[in-house]
């Protein structure tokens, strides 16, 4: 089973309103990472968020982490059509030697 | 413009050819990646180089050849592809896997394969 899985899958939402995704992982992190990918194209990293940090701010973005719960969660504040893409939450697991695992994705719909 | 270049963007290949995938990259990283992108499943790591040797090989079938000539190429080298292998395959590189790093990872665009 995949360490990561976001949920929900699919979101679809009015532009200007906020967009949740959360994500679950099995095994301790050393930071959990957030990366977004438009249709087709390469994935670009978006925030970082250490195991001993509980919350994270990038402009519209906002990330907290529950290591007690093992838990993820993405917020987009006032989304614009062009925030439309998959979002994928990605652990560097100890275990693992920082090398990242990707969850499924979560589809991220913003109607104009 | 991530640093990471992958080419070509588009191939399509009928299942006894032989083809490979180019990536490079331009940001002094020393750790780079292939990944394989399926629809509907996750993002499949299928080997890592570290510092031009190879540590990691995820049961990847053989027919997948990797090579890293030094720490900004990468290649893959495809021979009697399956059609169940159309995907897209993504090179990624990071500042290292030593430990401190945070392995935050940059992607190239990705080589959509079809194999025919």
């Known amino acids: 089973s995949q360490q990561g899985e976001e949920d929900p899958q699919a979101l679809s939402i009015q532009e200007g309103e906020n967009a949740t995704m959360n994500c679950s992982y099995k095994?301790?992190?050393?930071?959990l990472q957030w990366y977004r990918q438009n249709s087709g194209r390469g994935l670009v990293h978006l925030i970082l968020?250490?195991?001993?940090?509980r919350e994270k701010h990038s402009g519209r973005l906002r990330v907290t982490l529950d290591t007690s719960k093992k838990s993820s969660s993405l917020l987009i504040t006032a989304s614009r059509a062009a925030d439309t893409a998959s979002y994928f939450c990605?652990?560097?697991?100890?275990?693992?030697?920082?090398?990242?695992?990707f969850g499924g994705g979560t589809r991220v719909l913003v109607k104009p | 413009e991530t640093g990471v270049t992958q080419t070509p963007r588009h191939l399509v290949m009928g299942m006894t050819n032989k083809k490979s995938l180019k990536c490079e990259q331009h940001?002094?990283?020393?750790?780079m990646y292939w990944y394989k992108q399926s629809a509907k499943k996750p993002l499949e790591l299928m080997f890592v180089?570290?510092?031009?040797?190879?540590?990691e090989n995820n049961s990847v079938p053989s027919r997948f050849s990797p090579e890293c000539p030094n720490s900004s190429h990468l290649f893959l080298h495809l021979h009697t592809l399956q059609p169940e292998d159309s995907a897209l395959y993504l090179c990624?590189?990071?500042?290292?896997?030593?430990?401190?790093?945070?392995?935050?990872?940059?992607f190239g665009e990705g080589s959509r394969l079809t194999v025919l």
């Open positions: 968020i250490r195991s001993n940090e």
């Open positions: 095994t301790s992190i050393n930071n």
């Open positions: 940001l002094g990283h020393n750790a």
């Open positions: 180089y570290s510092l031009e040797e190879r540590v």
């Open positions: 990624a590189s990071s500042q290292g896997l030593q430990r401190g790093h945070t392995g935050e990872l940059f």
């Open positions: 990605a652990t560097a697991a100890k275990a693992a030697g920082n090398k990242l695992t």
